[in-house]
């Protein structure tokens, strides 16, 4: 199974931020629409991505007035990446070394959609239900 598979079966939707909006309003955002993390874009395309370990780590080190500062003090700028052409078993080991969980997806310099480890686990979990159920029918028909 690959990255496109998922991004077929989910959708391409990408919730995204400005980099000079106020952590607070990125917080609001995550917690309305119930995700772990949310891109950056600026003009010129990604410019980092921030996620829910981000605001506690920051949180934890310099208090709640950094609700009050901008995305761009706070996300990660050095974002891993992968392709619509990925395989489910390569992206879950960057994931894995990496120890993240939000993945966006580029084609050509664009971006085309964000997989989450909650992705990943739904089609690997897909994926084996489908097998199990072809086996059923095989030893049904044999």
Known sequence: ???QAIL???GQQIISVKPDAKLSVAVKLLGERRIGAVLVMGDG???GILSERDIVRVLGE???GVLDEPVSAVMTR???TCKSADTVGAIM????AG???HLPVVENDKVVGLISIGDVVKSRVREYENEQEALRDYIKTA
């Open 1 to 3: 199974m690959t990255v």
């Open 8 to 10: 077929g079966s989910k």
């Open 45 to 47: 395309g990604m410019e």
């Open 62 to 64: 310099r208090g709640a």
């Open 78 to 80: 050095k974002v891993v």
């Open 93 to 96: 080991e960057k994931m894995t």
């Open 99 to 101: 120890k993240f969980r």
